[in-house]
């Protein structure tokens, strides 16, 4: 059975997704930490933070850097120490992981760790350009490649060792919008049919339009406290029992395979057995769909299904809520939306709401055990937490 | 370039290219290639490395066909991409010219060619490429 809790989750906060015209990164992180504040009245946050780790991709969105201290000031918690953590796409998971080792060294009782992006203020050439910047450029880049194109070469050789289709593919995009749609705060909540996204436009084949995550605006936090503490805080933590990351190069084409992610596969395994639990046990997934592909991998990664399995296992409606386990229950980065230094602790946003039973709509029900898998760029790095209800 | 006396370094793997070659750095402790070369050998830490040029000759592991692409490329686009397998194990990735997409498959073998890149300011470093 589940293991103890490695830190406490006393609270969380996630701006609305989308494309949130005239506001900046540090506005939108306001909205996150304010709504984390409301939740939370026994903390008293200038004088109960001790750290803040902010996750953010890049300062060529916003032409800012020195993130850490500008959101502490905006947030209210300066003379706070801040930090910024890069990891690309899983910025913000590893600021879960610096909170961890912030509050397990014993320097810090309580800390607040997030991620931010501010995207669709810019043309689409040039986003494509910052977030290419997560791939190897000197010969990837340099060979015309692309950031929706490496995923492609990872569904090619799936599809080619496995037999997964493009039909597979898509269902992943239908389920998570179908999600999406439920999930107030979700960028594009609206159902898609299978013809729309098997007929939309090819990014890089076999990837189209509707294969891939999108563009968004937002801002996520969560407040993690040694677990001794919990209690004083809230009467409903949520509780990480499990925490894995590793990294892989940053060249796609130097690997030995490339039909799974190697470091999201060494982050679940740390994970699982530092919880103490099965893949099975899981009620409730937020995994790195930037990519259809890329979530019909992290079933396979998890230990969901068995490798090349992952078409079947989101053809047979397992991923869906009310299947095997529910994977992506807030729409995802496919329709929830990818402000890419926010989405690792807006996943853990998610799965404090499922475990505290607040998902409404979308709410699985009896969810006990909950799972993140936060991958930055093609896999250099992978981020797992494994979470329970405290 | 005299071999003995070069760096290993991705300026001088494709000072190489530029010769027509595809340069990597075998390590004289554990024997691994590593292409494109680096200062050290990632398997063993060892610094003792020799130069050692690669086959031209490989398969093909993987590919995409792109067709939304940065403004350099977009005269080419679609275009294929994919990771070569040189027959010592090494991978390499680039683009795939001179045969329709509908007939790129998994596993065909392809052959290394070069070309000057023209490009402004930083890098201007050549590429090469694969070919039936
Ligand atoms: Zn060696």
């Known amino acids: 059975m589940s293991g103890k809790p490695l830190i406490s989750i006393i609270s969380a906060g996630m701006s609305k997704f989308g494309k949130r015209d005239g506001l900046f990164g540090r506005e939108l992180f306001v909205e996150a930490a304010t709504e984390a504040y409301e939740r939370c009245p026994n903390l008293d946050p200038k004088r109960d933070i001790k750290a803040l780790f902010v996750g953010m991709m890049g300062e060529s969105y916003e032409h800012q850097g020195h993130t850490g201290p500008t959101i502490a000031d905006w947030i209210g918690i300066t003379p706070v120490q801040a930090f910024r953590t890069e990891g690309a796409c899983g910025s913000s998971a590893t600021a879960i992981r610096c909170g961890i080792f912030a509050v397990l060294s014993g320097l810090a009782d309580i800390v607040m760790v997030g991620g931010v992006e501010k995207m669709t203020h810019r043309a689409t050439a040039d986003v494509t350009e910052y977030l290419a910047m997560a791939s190897d450029f000197f010969f990837e880049q340099w060979n015309g490649l692309t950031f929706p194109g490496l995923f492609a070469m990872v569904a090619t050789a799936h599809m080619h060792k496995y037999g997964t289709k493009e039909e597979q593919m898509a269902m992943v995009a239908v389920k998570n919008h179908h999600h999406g749609a439920l999930n107030p705060k979700a960028h594009m909540q609206k159902e898609i049919t299978m013809e729309q996204a098997l007929s939309s436009r090819v990014v890089a084949w076999p990837l189209k339009l509707y294969d891939c995550s999108l563009i968004t605006d937002g801002a996520s936090c969560l407040i993690l406290a040694k677990p001794e503490l919990a209690k004083k805080y809230t009467d409903t933590p949520v509780h990480i029992i499990g925490s894995g990351q590793a990294s892989d190069t940053i060249g796609l084409f130097e690997r030995d395979q490339f039909t799974s992610l190697n470091a999201g596969k060494a982050a679940a395994q740390e994970a699982y057995k530092m919880a103490g639990i099965d893949p099975s046990e899981v009620d409730v997934a937020e995994v790195h769909d930037c990519f259809t592909i890329a979530e019909i991998v992290a079933y396979e990664d998890l230990g969901f299904c068995k490798p090349g399995e992952g078409g079947r296992f989101i053809e047979e409606g397992q991923s869906q809520i009310g299947g095997k386990v529910a994977v992506c229950t807030s729409g995802g980065l496919k329709s929830k939306g990818h402000p890419v230094g926010a989405t690792g602790t807006a996943q853990a946003y998610e799965i404090y709401l499922q475990l505290t039973e607040q998902a409404e709509r979308r709410q699985v029900k009896g969810a006990e055990i909950g799972l993140t898998h936060n991958i930055g760029g093609l896999g250099g790095t992978g981020v797992v937490n494994i979470f329970r209800r405290g | ?132």
């Open chain 2, 1 to 132: 370039m005299t071999e003995e006396t070069v760096a290993f370094t991705i300026e001088n793997f494709y000072k190489f290219v530029k010769e027509g070659k595809i340069m990597g750095a075998q390590c004289n402790k554990c024997g691994h290639v590593t292409v494109p070369p680096r200062p050290v050998c990632p398997k063993c830490l060892s610094k003792h490395l020799t130069w050692k040029e690669n086959p031209k000759q490989g398969k093909l592991l993987t590919y995409t066909i792109i067709h939304v692409c940065p403004e350099q490329f977009q005269p080419l686009a679609p275009y294929a991409v994919g990771v070569v397998e040189l027959e010592n194990g090494a991978h390499l990735p680039g683009m795939i010219k001179g045969i329709p997409h509908e007939k790129i498959k998994i596993g065909m073998r392809l052959t290394i060619d070069f070309e000057e890149a023209k490009s402004e300011g930083w890098p201007q470093w050549p590429r090469c490429y694969f070919k039936p």
